[in-house]
């Protein structure tokens, strides 16, 4: 059996009834509400205002009924329709940004995954401590700035799609950065960016077994980012400043990609000891997650941060990836969430999956 992550009060407005999955209409929304609807669960969509008109493009994906609040950060005040309509809410990176940690981890309605995760996932110190202590390779941290002497990226801390995040060349080129919020000074490694869609259970019997459970690999992305990409990121930083130009690392699309084979064991092995480890300091982390690094062209994957969540790559497989079809044909991350839910709920394991 694994850990227990949910109190029975709050397990209390799923009693005797199907759930509900709920989520906030953006991000991974489409894929989510596809996935349980496959599953056979009713769906409620989450918005700001009136529903969203472009679900009506995508009937199969549409959620069922729409809750409509004026701000994402007054959803605790529905806390009580939720919980009459017996909803399990799915984070994604969109709602846990918009509705912020505290808000989050608070509500008194049942959400997929240990929400516990989220204070070590939004300060980039505790995420790296939750990391190396796992054995993980990651760029060097700069504490001091003098000790910059090559290429580094600063970047605030939460889920912001790259938004905000400053390249510099070297230590003078760091000294124009003015932060607006907490932020961390890292190595910038040059290499290819991998992001890496695992799936961890807490309940399943078969597969890549870990302490409890087992990992899955559901699919491989790579980011393109709004006006700035790779290899000439540093040059051209500087010459579209010149042209009064700020180049920034906003996420606006993902492009599938797929790992060299022999690479795969050492990924999962990555992949495997960042759980075990978050299951000694807070309890584990269940579902989707992310891990998103840089091989190096010595062949040496260092991670630069981790998501603990269902991330917006997944949307390029919707109909199953490389990975996951060697799982299940056609399999998503939004569908493998549902079924998650499915057998919890069919072994009286809710609460080792919801928080």
């Known amino acids: 059996m694994g850990i227990p992550l949910a109190s029975e009060s709050r397990l209390s407005s799923l009693n005797g009834r199907t759930p509900t999955i709920a989520t906030l209409c953006s991000h991974s929304s489409l894929q989510i509400f596809h996935g349980a609807r496959r599953e056979g669960f009713p769906t409620l969509g989450i918005c700001v205002g009136p529903p969203p008109k472009f679900y009506d493009a995508f009937p199969l994906a549409r959620p069922d009924r729409f809750l409509s609040v004026a701000n ?5 005040k529905a806390t009580q329709e939720l919980r009459d309509d017996g909803a399990v809410i799915i984070p994604h ?28 996932e939004s300060d980039r110190r505790k995420e790296r401590d939750w990391l190396e202590s796992a054995g993980v390779t990651m760029p060097r941290l700069f504490e001091d700035p003098s000790e910059v002497r090559g290429p580094v990226i600063v970047k605030y801390y ?22 607006s919020g907490p932020y961390v000074v890292q190595e910038y490694v040059l290499g290819t960016r991998y992001y890496m869609h695992f799936f961890y259970s807490p309940i399943a019997e078969g597969g ?15 980011r393109d980012e709004a006006n700035i990409d790779e290899l000439y990121k540093l040059g051209a930083q500087e010459e579209l400043l010149k042209a009064g130009i ?7 699309g993902n492009v599938p990609v797929i790992l060299r084979e022999s690479l795969l064991p050492r990924a999962f092995d990555i ?4 759980v075990e480890r978050s299951i000694d300091l807070f309890g584990g982390m269940v579902g989707p997650f992310c891990i998103e ?8 994957f260092k991670v630069f941060e981790i998501s603990t969540r269902i991330v917006a790559g997944t949307n390029l497989f919707i109909s199953g990836s490389p990975y996951s079809d060697f799982v299940e044909p056609g399999l998503s991350t939004g569908r493998r969430i549902a079924r998650e839910i ?14």
């Open 293 to 300: 690094g840089i091989m190096t062209e010595d062949l040496e």
């Open 208 to 222: 890549y077994r870990l302490r409890h459970g087992a990992l899955e690999l559901l699919g491989m992305d790579r």
């Open 246 to 252: 700020r180049p920034t690392f906003v996420v606006t």
């Open 72 to 76: 994402v950060k007054e959803l605790p």
């Open 93 to 120: 990176g969109s709602f846990v940004e918009y509705l912020g940690p505290e808000a989050f981890t608070t509500m008194d309605v049942p959400v997929f995954g240990n929400r516990a995760v989220l204070g070590w």
């Open 342 to 355: 499915a057998h919890a709920r069919a072994a009286g394991r809710l609460a080792e999956i919801l928080s």
């Open 271 to 274: 992949a495997a000891r960042i």
């Open 158 to 179: 939460g889920a912001k799609g790259g938004k905000g995040f400053y390249l510099a060349k070297n230590r003078e080129a760091l000294e124009d950065f003015r932060p």
